[in-house]
């Protein structure tokens, strides 16, 4: 996968949240964005998710105009802000609710990827019961489920543990050499140098350095 922007701005009620980014972003590689709060990180995921759509500017994903030729990016998983379910449900119920969309995912591989982020398949707990960094592991674990060749992950470490965020490192590194195109935010850059390729810096709204790591 192949996503191009080109001279991207994003203006909300008068505020320029994305001010003319240009990024070229690859397969097989993982882009860290850091910033202070508010910088713009969030706003930039939410363009190439194609959640919002540019004031001005455009993006390409393997060649075609997001907003215009496609409304998503065809094969992603993502995981922005505070991952959301349905309190009722268990875990591995929400994961298999999503999963029933595309008919892509079976039970075998939802609970192979509940294992992965570091939780119980088995446990019955219902979604509204769970911790903040239960609520995050599953939130990483729907973004990856299906396999998707793009990945984007919103302070998916926010709230784990030291194991929680070791076991968010592996999976990053391990979609990456699987080929995946991921894109992550961390408010700890030391975890961003660990996983990234490349770490794009964002103040205003602007890319104003790239760091290959």
Do not use: W
Not at 164 to 180: D, F, H, L, P, S
Request: glycine share 8%; charged share 25%.
């Amino acid at each position: 996968m192949d996503i191009i922007l080109k001279n991207v701005t994003k203006i909300i009620k008068r505020n320029t949240v994305v001010e003319n980014v240009n990024l070229s972003l690859h397969s097989g590689t993982v882009y860290g964005l850091c910033g202070y709060n508010g910088c713009g990180k969030t706003m930039l995921m939410r363009l190439i998710s194609g959640l919002i759509i540019p004031t001005n500017g455009e993006i390409l994903v393997d060649g075609k105009k997001l907003g215009k030729q496609i409304d998503f990016p065809e094969s992603m998983g993502i995981l922005i802000e505070n991952p959301s379910f349905l309190g009722s449900l268990s875990g591995f119920e929400n994961l298999k609710m999503l999963a029933s969309i595309k008919h892509t995912v079976a039970d075998d591989i939802i609970i192979k990827t509940i294992n992965r982020v570091g939780l119980d398949p088995k446990d019955k707990k219902k979604y509204r019961k769970y911790s903040l960094g239960m609520k995050h592991r599953l939130g990483v674990a729907a973004a990856i489920m299906e396999t998707p060749e793009l990945i984007i992950l919103d302070e998916p470490t926010n709230a784990l543990d030291a194991d929680g965020v070791k076991i968010v490192q592996n999976i990053i590194m391990e979609e990456k050499a699987r080929g995946a195109l991921v894109i992550v935010t961390c408010h700890d850059k030391s975890v961003l140098e660990d996983v990234s390729d490349v770490i794009y810096s964002i103040e205003h709204g602007r890319v104003v350095s790239d760091e290959k790591v």
